[in-house]
């Protein structure tokens, strides 16, 4: 059973950066497109970034395309998000996904983990 631990939320100022973490447990994280998506109190799970297994291409939402990167290390098991430049409509709480192959939309990622929380200041 793959399990995802996401850490590195917090609060922070406009403008400021959070680097986001997820360790994958499991055998076959390796093979995994990694995702990570969020959801804002009242709002429907919205995808915000994607990396295929191999690490050589990244798939990013409009929304957050030049401020947010999204990189993988499959020799210590983690994905991370490095949000730069943030903005209030950041703030929700982030989640990391994986699966077999890389589709958009949440609803078709099987593994997920419990979220961080970003909370950005204005």
């Known amino acids: 059973q793959e399990r995802l631990v996401e850490s590195g939320g917090g609060l922070v100022q406009v403008g400021g950066s959070l680097r986001l973490s997820c360790a994958a447990s499991g055998r076959t994280f390796g093979r995994y497109a990694m995702g990570w998506f969020r959801q804002a109190p009242g709002k429907e799970r919205e995808f915000v970034a994607a990396?295929?297994?191999?690490?050589?291409?990244?798939y990013y939402a409009d929304s957050v395309k030049g401020r947010f990167t999204i990189s993988k290390d499959n020799a210590k098991n983690t994905v991370y998000l490095q949000m730069n430049s943030l903005k209030p409509e950041d703030t929700a709480l982030y989640l990391c996904?994986?699966?077999?192959?890389?589709?958009?939309?949440?609803?078709?990622?099987?593994?997920w983990g419990q979220g961080t929380q970003v909370t950005v200041a204005s």
């Open positions: 996904a994986a699966r077999y192959g890389l589709v958009f939309n949440p609803d078709e990622w099987p593994f």
């Open positions: 990396i295929t297994w191999t690490g050589d291409i990244t």
